[in-house]
């Protein structure tokens, strides 16, 4: 049974930072793609970043370029997103997800098959 965990959510004030945590168990991702998504309240779920496992190619939203930092640790299974200068916009539930349907659709909140529980981020002005 496939199981993506997330931790690192929390409370912090504009300006300051926070590292996500997925951990995978279950199954490896070697193959595919894996990427965190967000929602906040009243809001569709939206991308915010996705990197393919193996190769490392990593891919964006316009809105967290240069501010966020999505990686991955082969040995442990394990996929990051490190979270600098927040802003009050980056609070959301955010979530990671694996294997999407297609690598062209890594943006698509719907193609991915596997979810985590999300993990609450509160950026404070």
């Known amino acids: 049974q496939v199981q993506l965990v997330e931790s690192g959510g929390g409370l912090v004030q504009a300006g300051g930072s926070l590292k996500l945590a997925c951990a995978a168990s279950?199954?490896?991702?070697?193959?595919?793609?894996m990427g965190w998504f967000r929602q906040a309240p009243g809001k569709e779920r939206e991308f915010v970043a996705a990197i393919r496992w193996s190769g490392g190619t990593t891919y964006y939203a316009d809105s967290v370029k240069g501010r966020f930092t999505i990686s991955r640790d082969n040995a442990k299974n394990t996929l990051y997103l490190q979270m600098n200068s927040l802003k009050p916009d980056d609070t959301a539930v955010y979530y990671c997800?694996?294997?999407?349907?297609?690598?062209?659709?890594?943006?698509?909140?719907?193609?991915?098959?596997?979810w985590g529980q999300g993990t609450q981020v509160t950026v404070s002005s």
């Open positions: 997800a694996a294997d999407p349907a297609g690598a062209y659709l890594l943006k698509r909140w719907n193609a991915y098959n596997y």
């Open positions: 279950g199954r490896t991702f070697s193959n595919t793609i």
